[in-house]
């Protein structure tokens, strides 16, 4: 029992200040609507969660996605929102300005509040000049190690990736059929590199001698806009073309983060765990900033089933969690992850959240329920 409030219809772009490199734009309107509307200016907003989401919404679950490792999460790209709190005023949390030490940071307590504080209808975004040029490459490795060191070295070695996708073995094979690809059947990583066109050279060259060093297969070049185009599409469509590895089955997708050094070892435990519990899984990662997506495919109406996938998420998190990691980079806390929340923080930092939640909405009226319970 409650109500949705549908923001999809306040979809204005109010004001485009492309001199500041930033947009102001209503609660309901797309990346890719935005990224329309501002395409004369030289101009692109470069946080891509995948789906066509609202910024708003964006704002609202701390979004990031496949630019994030160059370009950051939407906590590093909201200047300001307006929010309409639970007493209904409306104020505003910031300024148009690159930086301030004006008070406390109301943008970012808002900002991946997933709806439990206030309304969120107005977003101020950084944009940045579209890149001279881009060019985009696969690569297949032998092991899942290899391909993840390959990416460990690069991180550490300063290389400015815009993009850094790994799919393991079973992702691959997923999207073969699901896109028509043929592409090895083997973990890849997908790499995309934004910067003037020697910049963009130097960064692949020096990306392939790393790839090399750790036993890739081949280095295949994407540098006309349809082909990467093609692949970024079927990456975007792995969700639905994993589904198709077991058909009838449902998806239990699940996230985690972890510091870049700890990657491979966390991705190589949980792919064992998966494998030794039976599981049709895949794994993928946006793992230039050190986070990966399972995904585990299980029969709704096997309860053993669910449980052995359920198994495999809390071990992963509790193992992220031990390598000073956190039980989700993006896809948030919501319900499910609550209870890993305070693994995660402490009960100290949850009475804090707690403490605010109280303060900004004491009826409880803004998305009761989630993220953290009301009472201790």
């Not at 896809?331 to 499910?336: I, Y």
Request: glycine share 10%.
């Amino acid at each position: 029992g409650g109500v949705t409030v549908d923001l999809s219809q306040m979809n204005q772009v109010l004001a485009v200040n492309a001199e500041d490199l930033t947009a102001t734009v209503q609660a309901g309107v797309t990346r890719k609507q935005l990224n329309q509307e501002i395409k004369d200016t030289g101009l692109f907003f470069p946080i891509d969660p995948g789906a066509d989401a609202s910024l708003g919404g964006m704002a609202s679950t701390r979004a990031s996605g496949t630019n994030a490792v160059r370009y950051g999460t939407m906590k590093e790209n909201t200047l300001t929102l307006t929010v309409v709190t639970a007493q209904g005023e409306i104020i505003k949390t910031g300024t148009r300005a690159k930086k301030s030490s004006a008070g406390y940071d109301l943008t970012r307590v808002y900002v991946g509040s997933e709806g439990t504080l206030g309304i969120i209808t107005e977003v101020t975004v950084r944009l940045y000049p579209q890149p001279e040029a881009i060019s985009a490459a696969i690569c297949s490795f032998p092991s899942v190690a290899d391909a993840v060191n390959t990416v460990i070295q690069t991180i550490q070695m300063g290389v400015p990736l815009a993009r850094v996708e790994l799919l393991d073995e079973n992702g691959v094979r997923a999207i073969n059929a699901h896109d028509k690809l043929s592409l090895p059947v083997n973990p890849l990583l997908l790499f995309e590199f934004h910067g003037s066109d020697n910049g963009v050279k130097e960064q692949a060259e020096l990306v392939q001698d790393i790839a090399h060093e750790n036993h890739a297969c081949g280095f295949e070049w994407a540098t006309r806009p349809e082909d990467r185009s093609r692949l970024w599409t079927a990456r975007h469509n792995a969700y639905f073309a994993l589904l198709q590895l077991r058909p009838g089955a449902r998806a239990i997708s699940t996230d985690c983060c972890v510091p870049i050094s700890r990657l491979a070892e966390c991705v190589l435990a949980t792919k064992a765990d998966c494998e030794e519990q039976g599981l049709t899984h895949a794994i993928i990662g946006h793992v230039g900033d050190g986070n990966f997506h399972v995904q585990m495919m299980v029969d709704p109406n096997d309860p053993a089933d669910i449980a052995r996938a359920e198994g495999v998420n809390a071990r992963m998190v509790a193992r992220a969690i031990g390598m000073d990691g956190t039980c989700t980079g993006e896809h948030g806390v919501g319900l499910h992850k609550m209870d890993f929340l305070v693994q995660e923080h402490g009960e100290g930092a949850i009475a804090v959240m707690r403490a605010i939640k109280h303060a900004l909405d004491p009826k409880n009226i803004m998305n009761p329920g989630k993220i953290l319970r009301w009472e201790q």
